[in-house]
T-cell receptor
Framework: SAVISQKPSRDICQRGTSLTIQCQVD?????MFWYRQQPGQSLTLIATANQGSEATYESGFVIDKFPISRPNLTFSTLTVSNMSPEDSSIYLCSVASQGTEAFFGQGTRLTVV | TQLLEQSPQFLSIQEGENLTVYCNSS?????LQWYRQEPGEGPVLLVT?????EVKKLKRLTFQFGDARKDSSLHITAAQPGDTGLYLC???????????FGEGTQLTVNP
C-alpha cells in the first residue's frame, strides 16, 4: 500500500486564477495519476504523470489547461489554469500498486466562483 | 458507452437489510477491484478479484468475479449506517493496461 498526502484539501478560487495541487507519496512510484470527480460520480482520468518525461493526457484534457510536474518519484503537482466555474470538481491523485490496485489521496475539492 | 456499467446508481435502504451491487461489461478483465469512498476522502480499495468464479469475503461483504471475467458483484449482508458511501468497481482489461472505473453506486443505509 501507499500513503498519499494531497493538499490543499479544499479551496475556493476566483475565475481566471490558477491553483496548484500537490501530491506527496511515502514511497517511490513510477507512475502517478490525476483524476477529476464530480461529487457522487465516477472518476475521470486527466493524465498520467511520469518521472522524467512529459505527462500523458487523456482525450479532452490539455497541458495548457492542466500542466503537471513530476520532479521526482515521490511528488507531483497538478495546476488548474485560468479557472472557470466548470472546473469546480474534486481532483484526486493516485498511484498504482502491482500495476493495477490504486491508492488515492484524500482529494482536493475545488470551487470556482 | 461506459465500459463498466454499475447498477443501481443509487440505493437507499434500512439498517439490517441486504443488498447487491452489480458491475457489468462486455469486455474481459484481467482483474476487477471494488472501492468505497466516503465524503471528503479518496476511494479506498476493498478487494481485488482475479480468477473467474472467484468469491472473496470481507466480514459482511461478499465479492464475486464472473466465470467469464466480464462482471462482478458486491453483496452486503445486514447493512449498517457505516456502510454508507460511494462504491466503485474498477478493472484492467486483458487487452489494455489502464484502470477503468465504473459509474459508481451511492449507497445510503438509514438507521
Amino acid at each position: 500500500s501507499a500513503v498519499i498526502s494531497q493538499k490543499p484539501s479544499r479551496d475556493i478560487c476566483q475565475r481566471g486564477t490558477s491553483l496548484t495541487i500537490q501530491c506527496q507519496v511515502d514511497s517511490q512510484v513510477t507512475m502517478m495519476f490525476w483524476y477529476r470527480q464530480q461529487p457522487g460520480q465516477s472518476l475521470t482520468l486527466i493524465a498520467t504523470a511520469n518521472q522524467g518525461s512529459e505527462a500523458t493526457y487523456e482525450s479532452g484534457f490539455v497541458i495548457d489547461k492542466f500542466p503537471i510536474s513530476r520532479p521526482n518519484l515521490t511528488f507531483s503537482t497538478l495546476t488548474v489554469s485560468n479557472m472557470s466555474p466548470e472546473d469546480s470538481s474534486i481532483y484526486l491523485c493516485s498511484v498504482a500498486s502491482q500495476g493495477t490496485e490504486a491508492f488515492f489521496g484524500q482529494g482536493t475539492r475545488l470551487t470556482v466562483v | 458507452t461506459q465500459l463498466l456499467e454499475q447498477s443501481p446508481q443509487f440505493l437507499s435502504i434500512q439498517e439490517g437489510e441486504n443488498l447487491t451491487v452489480y458491475c457489468n461489461s462486455s469486455s474481459v478483465f484481467s482483474s476487477l477491484q471494488w472501492y468505497r469512498q466516503e465524503p471528503g476522502e479518496g476511494p479506498v480499495l476493498l478487494v481485488t478479484v482475479v480468477t473467474g468464479g472467484e468469491v472473496k469475503k470481507l466480514k459482511r461483504l461478499t465479492f464475486q468475479f464472473g466465470d467469464a471475467r466480464k462482471d462482478s458483484s458486491l453483496h452486503i449482508t445486514a447493512a449498517q449506517p457505516g456502510d454508507t458511501g460511494l462504491y466503485l468497481c474498477a478493472g484492467v482489461r486483458t487487452s489494455g493496461s489502464r484502470l477503468t472505473f465504473g459509474e459508481g453506486t451511492q449507497l445510503t443505509v438509514n438507521p
